[in-house]
């Protein structure tokens, strides 16, 4: 009876997590969409398993400190929502149950001085750009130290930097839109995507102005939160939600655009992250306006661009937050077919998360790494020249993991190529 967390006291977060028990029936069909069950093989690493246990600590009838390393291997890749015939919507449990057991639990000061490094330097890119630049320096020292003198998540860490970082980039806070205007929306410029790649940004504000839209680029607007909010740090999550709150204004735009799939699934559990509190309706007001740019410019109808200078095959991946968290498959998909020259490939286990989720690749990464570069291997069989995704984790995870093969293909996001045809470039360079 340890560690019980009746569920009728925990409020609205309560409610949403005991939905999610109750519509479990343990029907198996989330089994072979779980990543962690694919490789480990292990109930209680599957879906209907974690639900289990979860309940099992909410009911005081399991140990929380039993549960944790089950619930700690969980990428929160929602496959399994995907996969669900019955609906359950895994997200309401994993994310609340989460930031209950981060009060709870006691972690190796190890664990802690990464989580707090982690904390405080990606959401916020002036401490990442510098954490990034001095991390290229430990990747060479790395290298001359035993391995068991590098605790795990550092070596993951360094290992995913890449050799150099591109120029920080600077954007007016209002582009007015080619032509007539067709929409007006705001541009979440996200934390960790302006130091690894601002040119997805740049490369968005120009297909988006080119098919009529006016972008606003809020100043001083910062992280969505979604970091911390998948990895149980629920009031740190708030404290950089709100601050976008005041900054995002959903009344004065048509929609709220997001280009990373993180982001974009992060601020539609706004609701569930601000549940019960005085917040509650503004999160709902803003969770609507929020659209991954795939989809507005699918909704828009995008202008079809001319051809690129070359034929090209492209493996789409579908980011996990993207795909399973927003419900956009589609888009992304009508937006890279229409673009004169290019062949779409399918890649083998498209729905396999590829091991990023979020900051998993650093604290899970012996799994992550197991991930990475099956999914690598799959995209290798498509016979593709680049690959194309949605969110920057992918990207980075991706492009690392086929680095690590001797295959280092280009990996893009979908409006750079967008861009790339409306610019005549190839999108295989830089």
């Given at each position: 009876m340890q560690h019980q967390i009746p569920v009728d006291t925990l409020g609205p977060s309560g409610e949403a997590m005991a939905g999610a028990v109750e519509s479990c029936v343990h029907c198996g069909f989330c089994l072979p969409a779980c990543p962690t069950?694919?490789?480990?093989?292990?109930?209680?690493?599957?879906?209907?398993?974690?639900?289990?246990?979860?309940?099992?600590?909410?009911?005081?009838?399991?140990?929380?400190?039993?549960?944790?390393?089950?619930?700690?291997?969980?990428?929160?890749?929602?496959?399994?929502?995907s996969a669900c015939p019955s609906g359950v919507q895994y997200g309401n449990l994993i994310t609340p149950f989460r930031a209950l057991a981060e009060s709870r639990r006691h972690r190796p000061l190890a664990e802690k001085v990464t989580r707090t490094l982690i904390n405080q330097t990606l959401p916020y890119p002036d401490r990442f750009r510098m954490a990034a630049q001095a991390g290229r320096l430990g990747k060479s020292l790395a290298r001359l130290l035993p391995d068991p003198l590098l605790?795990?998540?550092?070596?993951?860490?360094?290992?995913?930097?890449?050799?150099?970082?591109?120029?920080?980039?600077?954007?007016?806070?209002?582009?007015?839109?080619?032509?007539p205007r067709r929409a007006r929306v705001a541009l979440l410029t996200g934390c960790a995507q302006q130091v690894l790649a601002p040119e997805i940004n740049t490369a968005a504000i120009q297909v988006l102005v080119a098919n009529g839209v006016e972008v606003v680029v809020p100043p001083d607007q910062g992280c969505c939160g979604a970091l911390s909010m998948h990895t149980g740090a629920a009031e740190e999550a708030r404290e950089l939600a709100l601050?976008?709150?005041?900054?995002?204004d959903p009344g004065d735009v048509d929609a709220v655009v997001t280009t990373a799939a993180g982001c974009g699934s992060g601020m539609h559990e706004y609701p569930l992250l601000f549940a019960g509190t005085e917040h509650e309706d503004r999160a709902h007001t803003l969770a609507a306006k929020v659209r991954d740019v795939s989809e507005l410019l699918d909704e828009l109808g995008a202008l079809i661009p001319p051809p690129?200078?070359?034929?090209?095959?492209?493996?789409?991946?579908?980011?996990?937050?993207?795909?399973?968290?927003?419900?956009v498959r589609e888009a992304p998909r009508r937006l890279l077919n229409s673009i004169p020259g290019v062949?779409?490939?399918?890649?083998?286990?498209?729905?396999?998360?590829?091991?990023?989720?979020?900051?998993?690749?650093?604290?899970?990464?012996?799994?992550?790494?197991?991930?990475?570069?099956?999914?690598?291997?799959?995209?290798?069989?498509?016979?593709?020249?680049?690959?194309?995704t949605g969110n920057i984790g992918c990207a980075t995870q991706i492009g690392h993991h086929l680095r690590q093969l001797g295959r280092p293909l280009p990996v893009r996001h979908t409006v750079e190529l967008l861009a790339a045809a409306y610019n005549g470039t190839d999108p295989g360079t830089r």
């Open positions: 069950y694919n490789l480990l093989e292990e109930e209680m690493d599957s879906p209907r398993g974690r639900i289990i246990l979860m309940k099992g600590v909410l009911e005081g009838e399991l140990p929380l400190e039993e549960v944790l390393p089950h619930i700690d291997r969980c990428l929160g890749c929602l496959g399994c929502v605790p795990e998540p550092f070596r993951a860490m360094l290992g995913l930097l890449p050799e150099t970082l591109p120029p920080a980039a600077v954007t007016s806070p209002l582009h007015p839109a080619a032509g601050r976008n709150f005041n900054r995002l690129l200078p070359r034929p090209l095959t492209v493996a789409y991946h579908d980011a996990c937050h993207l795909a399973h968290g927003q419900g062949t779409l490939a399918a890649i083998p286990e498209g729905d396999l998360c590829c091991g990023s989720a979020g900051t998993y690749n650093i604290e899970q990464p012996r799994i992550a790494d197991q991930l990475g570069e099956r999914k690598a291997r799959m995209i290798l069989e498509t016979g593709a020249e680049l690959i194309a």
